[in-house]
Structures are given as C-alpha cells and as structure tokens.
C-alpha cells in the first residue's frame, strides 16, 4: 500500500501537490480569490484609479503621500487614529454610562477628521496596484466610504440629541470598517502591496 501511494504522488506535478483545493481554503479565502477576479468591478474602479494616479502627478506629492521621507508606506501608520478613536468611543458607548456621551462623541469626530488624510494616502497606495489587487483595493475603499458616512451619521446623531440612533450608527460604521480592514490587511500581508524605500528592497544584513 504505501509503494502505491508513493507511486500516485509521484504521479501529481509538484506545483499540483502544494495547491489547496477549494475544500482546503477558508469560505473567506475562496471570496476573496472570486472579489480578485471579479472583472466586473473595473468599469467602476477605472476613473477613480485615473484620479488616483494623478493625485501623484507631482513627484514631491508623491513621496509625501507614499511616505518616502519615512522609509515605508505611511497609509497604515494613519489608519491607526480614526480606528482608534472610533473603537474607543464604541468602548465608551458600551461601558461608560451617560457622563461619557461627549467624550463619544468629540472621540468619533476626532476619527473623522483623521479619515481623510487616510483616505489620501490610502489612494496613493492604490494609485500603484494592478488587477485583482486593484480590485480589492476599490472594495476596500467602498468599504471604508461606507464606514466614514456611517459615523458621521452617527455624529450628527449624537449632536441633535438622538444617543441611541447614534449608537446603533456607530456600530455599523464599526463593522464596515472591519470589513474593510479585513480586504486591507490582505493586501500588505498577503499580496504585499506598500511601498518601501529602495534601501529595503536589498536583503537586511546580519
């Protein structure tokens, strides 16, 4: 028996053998091989990669927005601040009471505020990506879109007095942004899409 099973995988060319099957792969692996390949979504994403592309038309603007001056893509150092803040005022919401709306509240427009230049460079990211990736990337932005409108409707909210509607808001705006997050996380640690400075490319020494 074990000389036949030596046999039939001796049959299998090597690269077959190291390919999961559609049964091996995550339902979360299988969408997002299908969201890469999904042609579809080109004759949306075109114009906004062409506005993205000439938002690095000015090679200085381009350095500033890709993070040159700091070694490495600055777009996921940014990220940090209006997830932060948002995950924080969900975390007052939750367990703060009614002394805690205002910090809330100023923690969500802190986060909006903070999306924009995210959003920026986030777009000058994607100005560099290409096919699946590009596609990724355009859901990845209609997510975080989504995201932004959520809160800030979850702001307005607030403001008029309507804590509850508010809430509710701000915990949809939460859970666009993790979807978001999840097509973005995917894109720099498993399609390894950021720039670098060119010092990086080079093996690190020992």
């Known amino acids: 028996m074990t000389d036949s099973a030596e046999t039939h995988d001796?049959?299998?060319p090597a690269g077959r053998q190291e390919t999961p099957s559609a049964v091996d792969r995550p339902r979360v692996v299988r969408w997002t091989q299908r969201l890469e390949a999904a042609t579809a979504l080109d004759t949306w994403q075109r114009p906004v990669h062409a506005a993205a592309q000439a938002l690095l038309g000015d090679?200085?603007?381009a350095d500033v927005l890709r993070g040159r001056w700091l070694g490495h893509a600055v777009h996921?150092?940014?990220t940090d601040i209006p997830v932060g803040?948002?995950?924080s005022s969900m975390m007052l919401d939750a367990v703060g009471g009614r002394t805690s709306r205002t910090a809330s509240r100023?923690?969500?427009?802190?986060?909006i505020v903070a999306a924009v230049p995210t959003a920026v460079t986030g777009l000058a990211e994607w100005a560099h990506?290409?096919?699946g990736e590009?596609?990724?990337?355009f859901v990845h932005a209609l997510g975080n879109t989504a995201a932004l409108g959520l809160y800030t409707a979850s702001w307005a909210a607030r403001h008029r007095g309507?804590?509850?509607r508010g809430v509710v808001l701000g915990l949809a705006g939460a859970a666009a942004a993790s979807a978001a997050g999840y097509l973005g996380g995917h894109l720099t640690s498993a399609r390894k899409v950021s720039s670098r400075h060119p010092a990086f490319e080079r093996p690190s020494p020992r």
């Open 129 to 131: 990506t290409t096919a």
């Open 85 to 87: 803040a948002w995950t």
């Open 134 to 137: 590009r596609r990724v990337g």
């Open 106 to 111: 100023r923690l969500i427009a802190l986060g």
């Open 162 to 164: 309507r804590y509850g």
């Open 10 to 12: 001796a049959d299998i």
């Open 59 to 61: 090679q200085g603007r």
């Open 76 to 78: 996921p150092l940014l």
